[in-house]
């Protein structure tokens, strides 16, 4: 598992209550039940807690967790 998977994860089980056994890269959003709200949150912890922006709408497009693990990486490598 990826490091910034492993950040992603311990984000959503701990400030969004996600079941750890439901974060894998195949994951949709809906499989984690994130609503729209919770991808707001999502978005301000990365950037408060890894220091990396993606918009909220940024985040609803990838469809999956890899996806976002993806943009994640992408995003990080510019900072």
């Known amino acids: 598992m990826s490091a910034m998977l492993e950040q992603l994860k311990d984000i959503l089980v701990n400030k969004l209550k996600v079941t750890p056994d439901q974060v894998v890269p195949e994951a949709t959003h809906e499989d984690l039940e994130l609503d729209s709200l919770a991808v707001v949150e999502l ?3 990365l950037e408060q807690e890894l220091g990396i922006r993606i918009s909220d709408d940024e985040l609803l497009e990838a469809p999956t967790i890899g996806d976002m693990v993806a943009l ?3 995003r990080s ?3």
Request: hydrophobic share 55%; proline share 0%.
């Open 43 to 45: 978005s301000l912890v």
């Open 72 to 74: 994640m990486d992408e």
């Open 77 to 79: 490598a510019k900072v």
